[in-house]
């Protein structure tokens, strides 16, 4: 029987997973730890990120607000300070919340002088948030120093001791991400964060807040063993993908755009070479290498879980596992994270509710209604009896988890995606836009996915006769209806959900009013 009182908090991030890389979704991948966790929880098969990449998908998550209401719209691009998140409110209730792994959250240079070393690194911490260890892809002091205390040696460029091994044993014939790194399973950036997160469990006393992240299975590509062996390209689907890459550029300026940047050499993190284009073979064996990342993390999951068991915080325990957004993975010719395709956004959400109100969803999937990665922090405030600040975008999940649907609940889901370059202008350049008018904004429901530009033109997929989304319909008379009707639930999601600061309050003779708003 459930314990009926949640004391601890797991809220467990991983990075670049995609949603049907579940087996308990039917995918050939296996995840024995997390399917397990599903039939003591409760999954959502129709749940979305609202934003990309890293950084800023990870702050929709933690402060439960669309891009276009915290604005920290890139990797590097300064949040506000004044917004207030998870960690901060969970304080509130006495938690501390400790951190491993990273939130890729640059801080408000407000303030700051310059030469301060925070303005020169885009991978800072949520504010609220105690570190216990950050490992990242740009900052791993901690794992790459318990790998030299173990005999490692480090490239004069650390982080190169995530690529496979040069001259590693069937390498050349089967795929280069082949190649396992030189660290083993047991040394590897994902052990480290699970014994991290183990230790801490074992020692800290309930109750506490952990927030988990695992940079895995974002690429480099390369799984150590025995997971570079675990899935056989051959048993491994290509990318769907039109044709050749200029029928599929003909789809979308944009996509034109980013599949020629996807041909520069090095545009994916740990292969230097042109991913876009690669033969058949690379592109199977890079997916089996994704697929062994993820089974390393499931395997490091199990043992966090289980450890949770053996110290008798399981039935005491709020579990929730997500993703900050999905990867391509060749869909269209594209790799990583970008853009307004299903592939870039649709990820995993996983809870484990230990009370017992939640008995009657255990073991079932939401896959009628939407989720948002937004909802995230209104579901644990709500679970902890904590009022949900009006900041929040998201709605509580609670009544799904007590098998409940709720009266009022959204019929899509929103994302955006900021393509500016700060740096370069080769969006701005190649479009002559300015960098504010580099967006673009999807609403996606059941039928069809409406993807609006600023200036560049819309696309429209019919999702029932086109799945892959490989036909837009935007310009195609016979659907002008439903894109005008798409642009309206757009504009009509915009005004509901635009920042309400103090829009919900007024200053009377009487004194102060202050209003909850029901935002579905």
């Known amino acids: 029987m459930s314990n009926n009182e949640i004391k601890n908090i797991l809220l467990i991030s991983v990075d670049q997973w995609r949603a049907e890389c579940l087996s308990s979704a039917?995918?050939?991948v296996q995840t024995p730890n997390l399917d397990q966790l599903a039939t003591d929880g409760l999954a959502f098969r129709k749940h979305y990120t609202q934003c990309l990449p890293c950084g800023p998908s990870r702050t929709s998550l933690l402060t439960s607000m669309y891009a276009m209401n915290h604005r920290h719209v890139s990797n590097g691009t300064p949040l506000d300070s004044s917004f207030t998140n998870i960690a901060l409110e969970a304080r509130k209730k006495g938690y501390e919340p400790t951190l491993y792994g990273y939130t890729d959250t640059p801080v408000d240079p407000r303030g700051r002088d310059?030469?301060?070393?925070?303005?020169?690194?885009?991978?800072?911490?949520?504010?609220g948030f105690r570190v216990g260890s950050l490992v990242s892809e740009e900052m791993a002091v901690d794992w790459f120093g318990e790998l030299e205390a173990k005999g490692y040696k480090l490239p004069d460029n650390q982080f190169d001791i995530t690529l496979g091994q040069k001259g590693y044993p069937g390498a050349e014939e089967r795929g280069s991400s082949y190649a396992a790194p030189q660290y083993d399973k047991d040394s590897s950036d994902t052990a480290f964060i699970a014994d991290k997160l183990i230790n801490y469990i074992t020692i800290h006393r309930e109750p506490w807040f952990l927030h988990g992240v695992f940079l895995r299975p974002h690429p480099p590509l390369f799984a150590p063993e025995p997971y570079n062996k675990m899935y056989d390209p051959n048993d491994i689907a290509m990318p769907h993908r039109a044709d050749n890459v200029d029928v599929e550029k003909g789809q979308h300026p944009y996509l034109d755009y980013a599949l020629d940047k996807m041909a520069d050499n090095g545009a994916y993190m740990g292969h230097d070479n042109n991913?876009?284009?690669?033969?058949?073979?690379?592109?199977?064996?890079?997916?089996?290498?994704?697929?062994?990342?993820?089974?390393?993390?499931?395997?490091?999951?199990?043992?966090?879980?289980?450890?949770?068991?053996?110290t008798e915080q399981y039935d005491k325990t709020l579990i929730i596992f997500t993703s900050d957004h999905a990867e391509q993975l060749g869909d269209h010719w594209l790799w990583g994270k970008l853009g307004y395709f299903d592939e870039s956004s649709h990820i995993p959400l996983i809870i484990r509710d230990p009370r017992n109100e939640a008995d009657t969803s255990r073991g079932q999937t939401v896959d009628t209604h939407f989720s948002e990665a937004i909802d995230i922090m209104p579901t644990i405030l709500d679970l902890m009896d904590q009022q949900v600040p009006m900041q929040c975008d998201g709605h509580s999940l609670r009544p799904f988890l007590e098998g409940k649907i709720p009266e009022r609940w959204r019929n899509e889901v929103h994302w955006e995606f900021d393509f500016r370059d700060l740096e370069n202008f080769s969006a701005e350049e190649k479009f002559d836009l300015t960098s504010d008018q580099c967006v673009m904004t999807i609403i996606r429901d059941d039928d069809f996915k409406y993807v609006h530009f600023t200036t560049?033109?819309?696309?429209?997929?019919?999702?029932?006769?086109?799945?892959?989304?490989?036909?837009?319909l935007a310009a195609d008379i016979a659907y002008q209806a439903t894109v005008l009707a798409y642009t309206q639930k757009m504009l009509?999601?915009?005004?509901?959900?635009?920042?309400?600061?103090?829009?919900h309050m007024k200053i009377t003779p009487a004194g102060l009013i202050e209003r909850d708003y029901l935002r579905i």
């Open 114 to 127: 310059l030469n301060d070393p925070d303005l020169k690194t885009y991978c800072g911490v949520m504010p």
């Open 275 to 310: 991913v876009r284009d690669l033969p058949d073979h690379e592109i199977k064996q890079m997916r089996a290498a994704y697929y062994g990342l993820i089974s390393e993390v499931d395997d490091q999951l199990g043992r966090v879980i289980q450890t949770l068991k053996d």
């Open 492 to 503: 009509s999601w915009r005004q509901n959900y635009a920042s309400r600061r103090m829009s």
């Open 456 to 472: 560049l033109p819309p696309l429209l997929f019919d999702l029932k006769a086109d799945p892959e989304e490989n036909t837009n």
């Open 26 to 28: 039917g995918h050939m």
